[in-house]
């Protein structure tokens, strides 16, 4: 016969009491685990889609419209290429990458493109739509999650390394699909551009978006045939969506006061708001929890010990003294804790589980380290909720239980 | 040896009426191995004595001793301290936990003075088994009968060895052949282990069993014989 012994027999002996008593913890913890669990996911696939998606912020020319940066007449407004130089030099943190771009509409064989001035290096190769194209080196995003982390969490998504260009010369260009189509252009060939003739590079796969009906220059060629040198129409920006929603904007426009600085704001605002107000409403829930399972095991601790006054009063009698019940009824309020912990854990993961892609649209898998916040915060509400009833408790004189006789 | 030794031991409780006096200027000795019953009116204040010569209860003034040692100041944890290892407990109701089989409530002061499980579980065994419920072990007190839940209560107190078995109305809740069988058990363990027993009684048959014969009425000893 041990403390935990007794401690397990006595809770044994009222299983009912036992899950009544738990049901308030395990609910609670299960709505926080599966909240956090959906919220963590949700965040890996913001990142992910964020990611994918490539810059996902605008750095453009005050004046100058979104339309603009898509197909920017001859006399749209310029931003100088300084401002590149301003955004390295300063301490911004996550800007994983830069592609600074010249765009202008040009004339072909009557027929109106978009070429596009990038710098090599910088570009970021379309997101995962250029990855066919197989050049370029290897970009990862800085608050991406890490290829192990991807497939620790399900997502084997390799689009999450993209390629920068680095290889395009003065005289290279890059078709898009539907340009190359129209203008039977192949590798090699030759295409003249404003009485300057370029070497197609690469013929870029069919993307279904502006890019397929658009031809990448060199910028410094592209800046050449404009006669506009160091001036660019926009700079797209991969930010780290985290960094996003601390507030890099703002301190994007402090750089470059003089510009129009966007985002892709239906997903960054749409998703980001709807994690932040997740973990907003797992933080309601922890507050909520901490009261009602408090309440919950310390008035299922304060009926068990009047129930148990007799009991407690013969442990007293035999010699038991004052904190060894004052710990039996914390070693009681700690079993009850650890099992609240992992049943709300297992409650909440599998309510995350079949809830995530009906809710968030995503998959979700178990995460391991919830179990040990689980255990800790349910044996914590517990023992809160019982050292009142156990000090009372522990008051019990040994001779109780004969008074009532 | 006086193994029990009182001095103007007296207990008064408050109460909305007014102060009740249970227990006055109590003096009495007990000798090792001797066999006490305590006799009485209801309200006499027999439990009173009962209770703090255990040290259960604190007496208001006075001063009494258990085994040559002072307890009347000494404090609660001492006081636990000394129960566990030199006493032990016989009550009416039996007074065992519901939830633990006999053998476990058997083992539960071996538990208390830390004796090694193994030998716990042996030690309990032996004692149910000199109570004749050797087939009665893993039971709960409710699958009992009332003679047999207080042989397990004998058997609990027992079981350490102690120096003073205090026990209260014994045999209250038992018809009067049950009575005397445990009676006898508590007069056997009385005389075969030396072991010192004060009895609670309302029952003139039980209190013959004593050899040392105490009546109370008003909080006083009106005789010892």
Redesign the interface.
Request: aromatic share 12%.
């Given at each position: 016969m041990t403390l935990i012994k007794l401690v397990w027999i006595e809770l044994w002996n009222k299983k009912s009491q036992l899950v009544s008593s738990l049901m308030a913890i395990v609910i609670g913890i299960g709505v926080i685990v599966g909240i956090r669990t959906i919220n963590v996911y949700s965040e890996k696939a913001v990142a992910v889609k964020l990611d994918n998606l490539g810059a996902n912020i605008l750095v453009l020319p005050q004046a100058a419209s979104i339309d603009d940066y898509y197909t920017s007449d001859i006399d749209a407004p310029t931003i100088p290429m300084e401002y590149v130089e301003r955004i390295l030099t300063s301490d911004l943190k996550g800007v994983d990458n830069m592609s600074p771009k010249l765009t202008r509409r040009i004339t072909i064989n009557n027929k109106k493109y978009v070429l596009t001035g990038i710098q090599p290096k910088n570009e970021i190769a379309s997101k995962p739509l250029w990855q066919t194209t197989g050049f370029g080196k290897e970009l990862e995003a800085s608050c991406a999650p890490s290829s192990g982390e991807n497939k620790s969490h399900g997502y084997e998504d390799e689009k999450l390394k993209r390629k920068a260009v680095d290889t395009l010369d003065y005289s290279e260009c890059l078709l898009g699909f539907q340009v190359a189509k129209e203008l039977k252009l192949k590798e090699n060939d030759t295409l003249k551009i404003q009485d300057k003739k370029f070497n197609v590079a690469k013929l870029l796969t069919e993307t279904g978006t502006v890019d397929d009906d658009r031809i990448f220059v060199n910028l410094k060629a592209a800046q050449d045939l404009f006669g506009i040198p160091n001036q660019i129409s926009a700079i797209e920006i991969m930010g780290c969506c985290n960094a996003i929603s601390d507030g890099l904007l703002g301190k994007l426009r402090n750089i470059l006061p003089d510009t129009r600085i966007t985002t892709i704001n239906q997903i960054v605002s749409t998703q980001i708001e709807t994690n932040k107000m997740m973990n907003k409403t797992s933080i309601i829930f922890l507050i909520i929890i901490l009261f009602v399972g408090s309440i919950s095991i310390g008035n299922y601790m304060w009926a068990n010990v009047n129930e148990r006054r007799k009991e407690i009063g013969i442990l007293r009698m035999m010699g038991t003294l004052k904190n060894e019940i004052y710990k039996i009824l914390l070693v009681k309020a700690t079993i009850l804790g650890l099992l609240g912990g992992l049943l709300g854990y297992l409650f909440g993961t599998i309510a995350a589980y079949y809830m995530g892609p009906v809710f968030a649209q995503i998959q979700v898998s178990p995460i391991p380290i919830f179990i040990l916040w689980s255990v800790l915060i349910s044996i914590g509400i517990s023992i809160l909720g019982s050292i009142l009833p156990a000090y009372f408790a522990a008051k019990f004189e040994p001779f109780s239980n004969m008074q009532e006789e | 040896m006086n193994i029990i030794q009182t001095h103007n031991l007296s207990k008064s409780y408050q109460h909305k009426d007014g102060v009740v006096d249970a227990l006055k200027n109590v003096s009495l000795s007990v000798e090792k191995g001797s066999f006490v019953t305590i006799t009485g009116p209801s309200g006499s204040g027999k439990?009173t004595l009962l209770?703090t010569l255990a040290g259960?209860?604190r007496p208001t003034s006075g001063s009494f001793s258990i085994l040559e040692k002072n307890l009347t100041h000494v404090p609660?944890?001492e006081l636990?301290?000394?129960?566990?290892?030199n006493?032990g407990?016989i009550?009416?109701?039996f007074?065992?936990?519901?939830?633990?089989t006999c053998i476990?409530n058997v083992?539960?002061?071996?538990?208390?003075n830390k004796v090694d499980?193994e030998k716990?579980k042996s030690m309990a065994q032996e004692v149910l088994a000199n109570v004749g419920l050797e087939n009665r072990m893993n039971h709960l007190p409710r699958e009992l009968s009332a003679g047999q839940q207080q042989r397990v209560a004998i058997a609990r107190a027992l079981v350490n060895n102690p120096s003073v078995i205090f026990a209260?109305e014994p045999t209250g809740n038992l018809d009067p052949s049950l009575s005397l069988e445990i009676l006898d058990i508590l007069k056997e363990i009385n005389q075969q282990k030396n072991i010192t027993v004060v009895m609670v009684t309302h029952s003139p048959v039980a209190a013959e069993y004593g050899d040392v014969r105490i009546h109370l009425e008003d909080g006083q000893i009106i005789s010892i014989n």
């Open positions: - | 439990t209770l259960l209860i609660d944890s636990a301290y000394f129960r566990r290892k006493v407990f009550m009416q109701s007074a065992l936990i519901p939830y633990l476990q083992m539960m002061p071996l538990s208390l499980k716990q209260d």
